[in-house]
């Protein structure tokens, strides 16, 4: 009913930037609260960071706060995740997210269904 599609990763020196992009179609935007994950290989998929529906609320894991910024253009269908700073931590499959699992973070009710993109690989050298 939702369909995601990340696009922007790629590779990157230590204390780049890179921004990520998450295309919504399928159903209203707005409806969703959404997020960013991401899965290091042999590790555990955590939560980066999320937005509420209108974008008046925003999340951000400790790991990324003064780094990462999170925003959606509602217009545009799509969210965003500008990355400054980056280090060699923060390589990793970046998932966008949409629906429970996004509202869950937020502390709003949940949804009925969590909606996943493919994922986009973000490699950060040292």
């Known amino acids: 009913q939702v369909q995601l599609v990340e696009s922007g990763g790629g590779l990157v020196q230590a204390g780049g930037s890179l921004r990520l992009s998450c295309a919504a179609s399928?159903?209203?935007?707005?409806?969703?609260?959404m997020g960013w994950w991401r899965q290091a290989p042999g590790k555990e998929r955590e939560i980066v960071a999320a937005i509420s529906r209108a974008g008046r609320s925003t999340y951000l894991a400790d790991s990324v706060k003064g780094r990462f910024t999170i925003s959606r253009d509602n217009a545009k269908n799509t969210m965003y995740l500008q990355m400054n700073s980056l280090k060699p931590e923060d390589t990793a499959v970046y998932y966008c997210?949409?629906?429970?699992?996004?509202?869950?973070?937020?502390?709003?009710?949940?949804?009925?269904?969590?909606?996943w993109g493919q994922g986009t690989q973000v490699t950060v050298s040292s």
């Open positions: 399928g159903r209203t935007f707005t409806n969703n609260h």
């Open positions: 997210a949409a629906g429970s699992i996004a509202a869950q973070v937020m502390g709003f009710p949940l949804s009925d269904s969590t909606y």
